[in-house]
Each structure stands twice: as C-alpha cells, then as structure tokens.
C-alpha cells in the first residue's frame, strides 16, 4: 500500500503545488476530494447530467469536517441540493472514507450577476438552465402526444379503463394507485399511458413523468448494472419521478433480479404518493413467475381491464381514424372492415391504411368490393367454423357432454376441457372474443376466458407431450 501511495507523489508538480491557493485540500496525488469524487460522478451519471449539473460544482474548502461546495448561483444549488445532493454525497464519501458534511454555497467569483430567483423574473442564466431541464425531461419521458384522451374512442371494452386513467391523470397519485391496464395486444393499453402523461404534463409541465416499457426498465437495469451505475438507474426512476408508467410488465416475468428492483422501485414511489400506472397483457393474478409480493402491489390499486371493442364502437374508432387521416370512408366500408376485423384496433388501423393506399395509388373510389380484395389475406380465409362445433369436437375427445363445457362443474377434468375448448375457439375463431366466447361457455366472464386461454398456451409450451396432444385435436377440430 505504501508503495502506491508513494507513486503518486511521483506525478505531484511539487512546485505549482506550492503556488496552490487551496493546498489544504489536495491529496498526495495532488488531486482535492472533490477531484476525485468527480472522476467517480463521471462513470455514475449520464453525461447530461455530468456535463449540466456535476461539472459546474467546485471545491472552496474542507476542514476536518465539513467539505464545502460552490456553484454558481441560487437556481443550480436547489436543483443539485434537489435532485443530486445524494450522488454527491456518496461519491465524497466513498473518496473520503467516512461520513463528512458537504456544504453547498454560491460561489461569488462565478456568479457572474446571477441573483437569487426574485419571484416572477429569472435570470438569464436560469432560463438556460429551465429550458436544458426541460428538454432532458422530455428526452426521458418519451411521450407520444400522438395519443390523447381527445383521440380514444370509449365504448364498454375500455370504459373502466379509460374513466381511471382519466381519473389518475387528474389526481396523480391521489386515486387508483397504481392503475393496472391489462387485456390483448392492440387494445389501446399504450394510447391510454400516453393520453395520462400528455394530460399531466399539459396541466403542470413540471411534473417529471416518466414513461416505459418494461422491457426498457430491463435494458437499462442490466446495461447500468453492468457499468456499475445503480446510483444513476435509481435516480431516472425513483429520485427524478412523479409519476412512472411501465408498459407491459408481463416482460419481467423473465427477469427475477430485475423484479426485485422493480418491487423497490414500486415501494418507493408508492410510498411517497407518486403514481404508478401500469399494463400488461393479462391480469396480474395470471401473470406466470411473478412473485407473489409483486402480485399483491399490483392489484392493490384498480385494475381494469380492455377487451375487443364491439362492432358500434369499431365502426367508431375506424371512422374517427378514417377523418383524421383525411379518408374518404363511406359508412358500408366503414361496416365492413368492421365487421371483418374484429380483435384488435391496430389491425383496424392497419387495414383502413392498406385501404387509403390502395385507393390513392390505383385512383379508385373505396367500395366494400374493392376492401373485400384488398383486405383479403388479412382476412379469415375460410367458411369459419364455429363455437358449437369446437365444443362438441373437444368434448367427445375428452369423453363428456357439451353440457359439462357450459356449466359450471369445476373438477379438474371437466374444467380442464373447457380451458382446452376456450382455446380453441380462440386460436381457431377470428372474431370470437373472449366476451363472445364466455357468452358461449355459460355466460362466463371474459376475464375467466382470457385466463383459461394463457394457461392452456403457457403449458403447451412447458409440456410437448401435450403440445402433440393438443396439434392432434386440432386436426380434428379442422377436420
Ligand atoms: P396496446 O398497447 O393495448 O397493444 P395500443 O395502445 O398500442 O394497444 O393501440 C394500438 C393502436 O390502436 C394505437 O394506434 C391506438 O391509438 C389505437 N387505439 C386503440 N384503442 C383505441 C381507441 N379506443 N380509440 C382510438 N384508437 C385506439
Ligand atoms: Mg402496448
């Protein structure tokens, strides 16, 4: 150890060290704590950070106790002593060695006729450092303002869910917290995140929403993990957060670690009242390898859910989409593509922009015809078959009757063939949604639907015994 130390002093410029006006501060090497502690900063934040807020930070003085910091005037020191205070401190000490007071004061050589923020006018200096903030905010929210509440259609399938993301995007925080969206792909989960943070940050551009799949959480947990950044991980999500919003969580269900800093994350948040709003495509209770404790967060809020819009309301959304991309869509293409695509509102979309393009390049006006021809390979190809005929294939090859599918008996066989069933109907059946299917399963509850379906497939992929198992009733179910 000695021997390192003394390397130091090899570099130390014993005579412009003599000239130094703080040489009480420096070390063997010549470097102040400060010095050091920067070199640490630098590898624990992003570099707009470093480059914005760290490196405006200087060294005044240190006695046995106290480590005093500059910086250049009243608005930068609330915002680190806000937002920075902690990384700092954990960088000095782990420089020092041992606890030590850190001090922040202006420094009046640097102050350059910045004053101290009068109420109403801000120095220009301040309006620099607002409006970096601001973008670096926007840069972290991602929000789309493509998607609004203006923009959503709401109808039964999404009704719970829309009146709670509405209610948190007006009482952050304060109502339904967390709020749980789950239901199937292009179902309008995102849109509704989005029409929450836009509305948040529309009402108080300070608020600091931050917006998330959690496949990104994932990502940029394992890259900072790995460059030894926690400090900076739990600062873009926890320190620097009113309101975080993590879309399709079922991800995690692939990453226990990361679970674990996301159940502290959670913690964390909720208990300083920061709203949580998240998504996923199935309910938290269905969720596969989720810890049980994650589990009972999520549902402690509201969970609400999403299903396939009904014909009015695709009719609705496929219009409004049609208006506001300047489409010419008579009301029977309207009803058609409507009455066509069925589960999801994206393939709604994507098959009226097929449509606009079509009709713009060939120059011909839309018919239900011409949709007919060029919607075919998106649509269900042939004579569909039919609820009752999925039923009654599955149940003479379980041994039972039709019956026993509809009813409510729940001993493991009958309960078993009537997952298997719901399947079927599912996979096989293009506009049976799950409402439809629970209405033709003994006016079950599409959420029991969506629950039976996951499962089937979550064990057909665990199981190929019963992979085979279940390809072989399906030949016969298409035979
Ligand atoms: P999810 O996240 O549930 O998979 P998205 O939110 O990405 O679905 O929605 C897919 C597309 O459908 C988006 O372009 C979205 O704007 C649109 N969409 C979904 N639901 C509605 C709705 N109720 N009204 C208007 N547009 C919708
Ligand atoms: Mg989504």
């Known amino acids: ?79 680190i002593v806000l937002y920075y205070s902690d990384l700092v401190r954990r960088a000095v000490h782990s420089v020092v060695g041992e606890p030590i007071a850190i001090e922040f004061v202006i420094d009046e050589t640097r102050k350059a006729g910045a004053q101290p923020p009068a109420a109403g006018g801000k120095t220009q200096d301040e309006q620099v450092v607002i409006a970096q903030v601001e973008a670096a905010a926007d840069a972290r929210t991602r929000l789309s303002e493509r998607f609004t509440f203006e923009n959503f259609v709401v109808g039964p399938s999404n009704q719970l869910a829309a009146a709670a993301a509405a209610a948190v995007a007006d009482n952050p925080g304060k109502q339904y917290n967390p709020l749980f969206i789950y239901g199937g792909t292009g179902l309008g989960k995102t849109h509704l995140l989005h029409a929450i943070g836009n509305r948040i940050r529309a009402r108080d551009p300070k608020m600091r929403v931050v917006y998330t799949s959690a496949e990104q959480f994932l990502n940029d947990f394992v890259v900072l993990l790995k460059r030894g950044q926690m400090e900076e991980f739990r600062r873009r999500f926890r320190e620097g957060v009113d309101v975080l919003m993590m879309d399709d969580i079922q991800v995690l269900k692939k990453a226990q670690e990361t679970q674990n800093e996301f159940f502290h994350t959670f913690n964390d948040l909720h208990d300083s009242g920061k709203a949580i709003i998240l998504t996923s495509d199935i309910h938290p209770n269905e969720l596969p390898n989720i810890e049980s404790r994650l589990r009972t967060r999520f549902t402690s809020g509201l969970t609400a859910d999403v299903y396939e819009p009904p014909f009015e309301v695709r009719i609705a959304i496929i219009k409004r989409k049609a208006e506001q991309e300047g489409v010419n869509l008579p009301d029977d293409v309207a009803q058609f593509v409507a009455s066509k695509v069925t589960r999801s509102v994206r393939d709604l979309e994507g098959a009226l922009t097929r449509l606009a393009a079509h009709a713009t390049l060939t120059g011909r006006a839309l018919s239900t015809a011409y949709a007919e021809e060029v919607l075919r390979d998106m649509l269900p190809q042939r004579q569909a078959l039919s609820i009752e005929h999925v039923q009654k294939v599955v149940a003479k090859y379980f041994g039972m009757q039709v019956e026993d599918l509809r009813g409510e008996k729940r001993i493991r066989p009958i309960a078993n063939a ?62």
């Open 418 to 479: 009537r997952s298997v069933a719901m399947y079927f109907c599912r996979k096989l059946i293009s506009d049976a949604s799950f409402p439809i299917i629970g209405a033709a399963f003994g006016d079950k509850h599409h959420t029991t639907v969506m629950a039976a379906v996951e499962r089937v497939s979550q064990k057909r992929d665990a199981d190929t015994a019963l992979a085979r198992e279940l390809e072989e009733l399906e030949r016969q179910i298409n035979g």
């Open 1 to 79: 150890m000695e021997r390192f130390e003394g390397q130091g002093d090899r570099f130390r410029p014993e005579a412009e060290a003599g000239t130094q006006a703080r040489i009480e501060n420096l070390n063997a090497d010549g470097t102040s704590v400060w010095d050091r502690a920067l070199a640490k900063l630098r590898h624990s934040t992003t570099d707009y950070t470093y480059e914005n807020w760290i490196t405006q930070i200087v060294q005044i003085g240190q006695d046995g106790s106290t480590l005093t910091l500059g910086v250049p005037n009243y608005f930068v020191r609330d915002w």
